[in-house]
């Protein structure tokens, strides 16, 4: 019996633990986006900056910007959870574009991970903001009958986050690959363009959601 | 469908080290940068605000000041006009009360000229006309005896007392008998003596000036009855007419 595609290949153990390819592919991002962080950020001046200043900038205020929006409130606080989680969600994304490499949020464990740190940054995040009582009075809101419903959309909310991330991004690379084994070397290039595109705004709606998932635990917006 | 616990759970931690490189290495120097950019900007902002409100505090003051230089320069004006008009003022009441009095003067030199003028005229006229009436009177030539005669009616005319005093209480009363032409005086001794009432020791004498008439000199007393008397007295009349028709 073949291994399902959907299951993580493991590249090596250490110890106990064994280290997947999304894992390692991971690494690879944290590496890139850290090194390009620390190149662009090396000579940043206030007077003239230059043009990967310019750009860099343009990059954090427009996250900062789509963030407050989203929470009507300040988002400098929740930008770097957010923040990178968009950055790291495009890049992963966009990485099952190139040639050997599987994107990392093409596997469930990648997916359920990012959605479970934002079930517990909200939570996390709306107990600091509202204090512990207050927060959890909010899952008896409006009325105490709605309490379980209230509990189970939490779940079901980082649930439903994972899954489409998830889902998006395998089944386009699915497309793709099976495009590519039936009619040859140019003709997925569409559907890699396609693809592209779809990783951007797979990496936008996931961060939306969780900007408002955590703005509806802070209380700035309405808890949805 | 399988889902790996530890690459769930690596994959979870990766993430959250990644939060944490970007947020040291990325988002804090950049949002750093922006930060000081926009306090740098908010500061030259500042100072733009504190040099437009300074502009604005001195364009207010500059007015200010325009203002009261106008204020100040049409009241300086207005005084300088006030003064002006008082100085001019005083200097027409002066030059009228100067003109007023010259004019006074004027007038008054001119009324005592014109009284002087006729005051002269007056007695040159009547010095004329004494003068003319004496060449007249004496081309006429008069009756001393006439004249004398008339002269001792009036000593005869006078009361006692006064013929008495006359006489000066002497005995015989010494008379000095004046006139134009020389005349006999003993008949006259005789009609004198018996005017007076007394003997009379008379002694003649001659002047011309008298043009016509005699003088009989008593010892204190002098009776005058000729025309150099009449003309004297009618000269001394006119010109004391004179004064006052001048002095009215």
Redesign the interface.
């Known amino acids: 019996m073949t291994e399902?595609p959907?299951?993580?290949p493991v590249v090596f153990t250490l110890g106990p633990?064994?280290?997947?390819l999304?894992?390692v592919t991971?690494?690879g991002?944290?590496a890139l986006?850290?090194l390009a962080?620390?190149l662009?950020?090396r000579r940043?001046?206030?007077e003239r900056?230059g043009r990967v200043?310019a750009v860099?900038?343009l990059i954090?205020?427009t996250l900062q910007k789509q963030i407050g929006e989203t929470m009507q409130a300040d988002a400098?606080p929740f930008?770097?959870?957010l923040?990178?989680?968009f950055?790291?969600l495009a890049t992963a994304n966009l990485s099952g574009l190139m040639p050997g490499l599987k994107a990392?949020t093409a596997?469930?464990?990648?997916a359920?991970?990012?959605a479970?740190?934002v079930l517990l940054g909200s939570q996390v995040y709306g107990i600091r903001a509202r204090g512990l009582w207050a927060y959890l009075k909010g899952f008896a809101h409006p009325t105490p009958l709605l309490l379980p419903l209230n509990l189970l959309s939490e779940v079901t909310r980082a649930f439903s986050l994972s899954v489409r991330l998830f889902g998006n991004v395998m089944s386009g690379e699915f497309v793709i690959a099976i495009v590519l084994s039936l009619a040859g070397l140019f003709v997925p290039v569409p559907l890699m363009a396609l693809e592209l595109l779809l990783g951007l705004v797979q990496a936008y709606i996931f961060t939306i959601l969780a900007a408002v998932f955590i703005g509806g635990a802070v209380g700035s917006i309405e808890r949805g | 469908?399988?889902?790996?616990g530890?690459?769930?759970?690596?994959?979870?931690v990766?993430?959250?080290?990644?939060?944490?490189?970007?947020?040291h290495?990325?988002?804090r120097?950049?949002?750093a940068?922006?930060a000081?950019?926009q306090a740098?900007t908010e500061r030259v902002r500042t100072q733009a605000e504190a040099i437009r409100q300074e502009a604005d505090g001195m364009r207010h003051g500059l007015e200010d000041a325009r203002a009261g230089l106008a204020a100040e320069r049409d009241r300086l004006l207005a005084a300088a006009r006030a003064a002006a008009e008082a100085e001019r003022a005083a200097l027409l009441d002066g030059a009228r009360a100067e003109a007023d009095r010259l004019l006074a003067d004027a007038r008054a030199r001119l009324e005592e000229e014109r009284r002087q003028a006729l005051a002269a005229l007056h007695g040159q006229a009547a010095a004329l006309g004494t003068d003319l009436a004496g060449r007249l009177l004496r081309a006429a030539g008069g009756d001393d005896g006439r004249f004398l005669d008339a002269a001792c009616r009036s000593v005869e005319d006078l009361p006692e007392a006064q013929r008495h005093a006359l006489a000066g209480g002497e005995t015989p009363v010494p008379v000095r008998l004046v006139t134009v032409t020389p005349l006999d005086p003993a008949p006259w001794r005789e009609r004198l003596a018996a005017a007076l009432g007394r003997p009379v020791a008379l002694e003649a004498a001659e002047d011309p000036g008298l043009i016509a008439g005699v003088e009989l000199h008593f010892p204190h007393t002098v009776l005058r009855h000729s025309w150099k008397q009449a003309l004297a007295e009618a000269t001394e009349e006119l010109t004391r007419d004179d004064d006052a028709h001048a002095s009215a």
């Open positions: 399902s959907l299951t993580a633990v064994p280290v997947t999304p894992v991971t690494w991002l944290m986006l850290t962080a620390v662009a950020t940043l001046t206030v900056p200043q860099l900038e954090v205020q400098t930008l770097p959870l923040g990178t989680l950055l790291y990392p596997f469930i464990e990648t359920a991970a990012l479970l740190i | 469908m399988h889902v790996d530890w690459t769930l759970l690596l994959q979870a990766n993430f959250l080290i990644l939060v944490w490189l970007l947020r290495f990325l988002y120097p950049v949002l940068v922006i000081e950019r740098a």
